[in-house]
């Protein structure tokens, strides 16, 4: 996955999801969310808060193919999964 994932940063306080544009997010092992207030954690010490736009490399990939796939994705796959609705695309940002 090569792309450039880029978006609005979204945080459901009540589900603990943190979306991308309406899309569910594999963010990078060891990224943290604060819920108040709501703020995200990322690798490097950096902190975005509802609202940035979050850019990064990775790609986006079909909620059902990593559901039904051995796919080796560092970070929470299974947040992702809950927060995903189920013909919805995940993005997945490298680390």
């Known amino acids: 996955m090569n792309a450039l994932n880029r978006g609005i940063l979204e945080i459901d306080p009540d ?10 997010v594999v963010w990078p092992a060891g990224t943290t969310l604060r819920t108040e207030p709501p703020e995200l954690y990322l690798p490097g010490g950096l902190v975005a ?13 079909p909620a ?4 039904e796939s051995s796919l080796r994705i560092d ?12 013909a919805s695309e995940i993005v997945v940002f490298s680390a």
């Open 49 to 61: 808060h509802p609202g940035d736009t979050i850019a990064g490399g990775g790609g986006v990939v």
């Open 75 to 86: 970070g929470d796959v299974q947040k992702a999964l809950r927060c995903a609705q189920t």
């Open 64 to 67: 059902a193919t990593i559901r």
């Open 15 to 24: 589900s603990g999801c943190v979306l991308l544009s309406g899309k569910a």
